[in-house]
């Protein structure tokens, strides 16, 4: 028996593309794998986690049909090179116990043919009951998560959600793993509920351009569309954090420096912590000490303003918090003690980061 559906090869190619960004490797083999199922002239390609879910409809013509690729990345190789209109065969061999599915792909005068799975083998993707909803530009959603997620821990096993998620709540979109924070905030758009999203969920945004889409709230999950694409994943339990109470509200010092300066110097020193797990720097006065086990090391960076208190920090927290502001002219460093929160903003900016200093340690006091 065989069914056949046609395609175009161009949208069936860059939505195969899109939802394999969701693919993780899986001991259950159709959880590596892109399903593919034509039905009412839509066809839905799939790929899940089982946390996160992408799926793309495209029109198409013919047979419903249904299955899932054994070898998504050679299937996309072939896709790339195919121009017009895509004609998908499925065929199935064998009795009811022992079913084979064989897919022949003919674009023009070119095809390919690959063996698939059972579409049975595939998770079902559960209802979503709406119980709120608002819309937003996926761009400018993206551009603010982008901007702090590094901020936010890759996700593993023992991970804290707290500490490898993206958090929405009212004007601001924040990261925090402990020891740094990064926060935007936009005055002119509060989110009408506050949620949290993995790194990883969220980083799909980017998938929808500069279209504007619906982000819905569900239980326990979000789901965010443009009507053809469409991101669901599940929200991370944790309460969120009170970021406004995090960001002190007046400092004891203030000084300028350069990010672009600053990052050359930080550099500088972090070509001599290769082998050092946490390499620190002592800093004050623009003038940066790191004592490793290979020597001691400095650098000078131009403050305008007085820094009188001295600090020190984590060398690689420092460097992804300039990053941040690596295009602006100039930031503003505050900071309240040796122990307190050094935050970094720049003028004109609705950004901000806050990186935790280290304790201030005779080894580091004697360099």
């Known amino acids: 028996m065989s069914k056949k559906a046609t395609i175009d090869a161009k949208a069936f190619f860059e939505g195969l593309d899109q939802v394999s960004k969701a693919l993780q490797k899986s001991s259950y083999p159709a959880l590596s794998e892109v399903s593919v199922s034509v039905e009412d002239g839509v066809c839905i390609l799939t790929a899940t986690d089982l946390d996160t879910w992408l799926t793309k409809q495209i029109p198409a013509q013919g047979d419903d049909l249904a299955f899932v690729f054994t070898r998504t990345r050679e299937v996309a190789k072939a896709c790339r090179l195919f121009d ?3 004609m998908l065969e499925l065929e199935e061999t064998g009795s009811e116990k022992s079913k084979e599915w064989r897919l022949f792909m003919r674009c023009g005068t070119r095809a390919a043919q ?6 049975e083998l595939y998770p079902v993707y559960q209802s979503f009951e709406t119980e709120s909803s608002f819309s937003v530009n996926a761009a400018a959603l993206y551009a603010r998560v982008e901007r702090v997620s590094y901020a936010a821990l890759d996700a593993t ?3 804290q959600p707290s500490r490898t998620s993206i958090q929405f709540s ?3 979109v924040f990261a925090l793993d402990g020891n740094q924070l990064a926060c935007d905030t ?22 929808f351009g500069k279209r504007d889409v619906q982000i819905e709230f569900g239980k326990g999950r979000i789901r965010i ?15 969120l954090y009170a970021v406004d109470k995090a960001i002190p509200q007046s400092y004891v010092e203030s000084f300028a420096v350069s990010p672009k300066d600053f990052l050359r110097e930080l550099k500088y020193l972090k070509g001599f912590a290769a082998k050092e797990r946490r390499p620190y720097v002592r800093f004050r006065a623009g003038e940066l000490v790191m004592p490793v086990s290979s020597g001691t090391y400095r650098a000078v960076v131009q403050c305008v303003g007085e820094n009188r208190i001295t600090f020190a920090f984590d060398l690689n927290r420092m460097i992804d918090a300039l990053r941040q502001f690596k295009d602006a002219p100039s930031v503003q460093i505050k900071i309240n003690s040796a122990v307190s929160p050094v935050l970094i903003e720049a003028e004109g900016r609705s950004d901000l980061a806050l990186v935790c200093p280290i304790r201030l340690s005779e080894k580091l006091m004697a360099a």
């Open 186 to 207: 936009d005055p002119a758009f509060s989110f009408p509920r506050s949620f949290t999203a993995s790194k990883g969920a969220v980083s799909h945004l980017k998938l």
């Open 84 to 86: 017009g209109t895509l």
């Open 114 to 119: 690959f063996d698939v799975m059972d579409p």
């Open 225 to 239: 569309s443009d009507g053809v694409l469409t991101l669901d994943f599940c929200i991370p339990s944790m309460d």
């Open 157 to 159: 096993p023992n991970a």
């Open 170 to 172: 009212g004007p601001h």
